[in-house]
Every structure is written in C-alpha cells, then in structure tokens.
C-alpha cells in the first residue's frame, strides 16, 4: 500500500500541475494582445540604442520617448541626443525631435545642437539636420551657426563628410575671425 500510496500522490500531484498550468496559460493569452497589424505603434519611454559602426565606431541614440513604427521600420523621438564616436572624432548632436529610420538615416529638428570635437554647432530655429548613415555624410539646413572659441561662420546651411576633416558652409556665409 506504500508503494502504490506514493504513486498515486505523484499522479495527483501531476494533475493538479497540469490543471493549474492550463488556467494560468489561458488566462494569460486572454489577457495578451497580439497584432499583425503594420500600422501599430509601440512607445518607449527612457529610450537607448547602440550600435557598432566600422573600424570601432559608436552610434548611440538616447531620447526620453521614442514611437516605434512597424510598418515603415521608423522611430521618432522627443527631446534626443545623437552621438558617433570613434579613434578622431566626437560627434554629439540634440534636439527636441529627431526620426530615426533604421539603418538610412537620422533627421533632427527644432532646438539642434552639435558638438564636434572642439566645435560647437546650432541650428537656427527652424533649422533640420539630415544625417544618411550608409552615405556617412549630413547636412543642416535652415541656418548654421559654429562656433570655436570666439571664432564664429553663419551660413544658411552645412554639409559634411563623416571620413573628411571638412565641413562646407554655404549660403549667405558670414565669418569672424578674434585676433
């Protein structure tokens, strides 16, 4: 009677497991919503994305909220900061919006600013900047102003290079040189 007393408490034992996995399991899926459907969105708060470039590069791309879009494979984000980083640069840029279209490019509006090694770098009010990562190359528009120092050029618009020491000025350009 013992041997058989512990096989029936183990196939008991058995049963109610099963039982109780079973109503957890479907309570579960009532209460959990899938969709297939590409036009949903998902938001994240407190938002952090890194990636590794080539040759020891970081992207890194922080926002207080982000929107994810399924069906054009696209974030947007409030308030973020951009950085790149590798061996001979340091590029942080901010802004109260920014769109972050997987692997093509990163648009920043409104409130843009940039630090670029030693170079500080604002847009104007309604200035956009447009970086395109296969490319490796951006441009601001809408109003540039860098400054290193008290050394300053106004332009309406830059554009860049990520692999060349140059940046290009171009439109109504203004430059002050301190002596």
């Not at 952090?48 to 020891?56: F, I, M, P, Y």
């Amino acid at each position: 009677m013992g041997r058989n007393s512990k096989f029936l408490f183990y196939i008991i034992s058995l049963v109610i497991f099963l039982g109780v996995s079973i109503i957890i399991f479907f309570d579960v899926n009532e209460n959990t919503e899938s969709s297939n459907d590409v036009n949903e969105v998902s938001i994240i708060e407190d938002f952090k994305l890194r990636k590794n470039g080539d040759n020891g590069s970081i992207y890194t791309l922080d926002a207080k909220r982000a929107e994810l879009f399924f069906d054009n494979k696209s974030f947007t984000f409030d308030n973020c900061t951009f950085r790149y980083t590798d061996i001979n640069k340091v590029i942080d840029v901010s802004s109260s919006f920014c769109v972050y279209e997987v692997d093509s490019r990163v648009i920043l509006e409104d409130s843009i600013k940039a630090n670029y090694n030693k170079i500080l770098l604002m847009g104007r009010d309604k200035s956009k900047l447009v970086y395109d990562i296969p490319g490796d190359f951006g441009e601001m528009s809408g109003g540039v102003i860098a400054k290193e120092g008290n050394n300053s050029i106004v332009a309406d618009r830059m554009v860049f290079k990520k692999n060349e020491e140059f940046i290009s000025f171009l439109g109504n350009v203004e430059v002050v040189y301190d002596r």
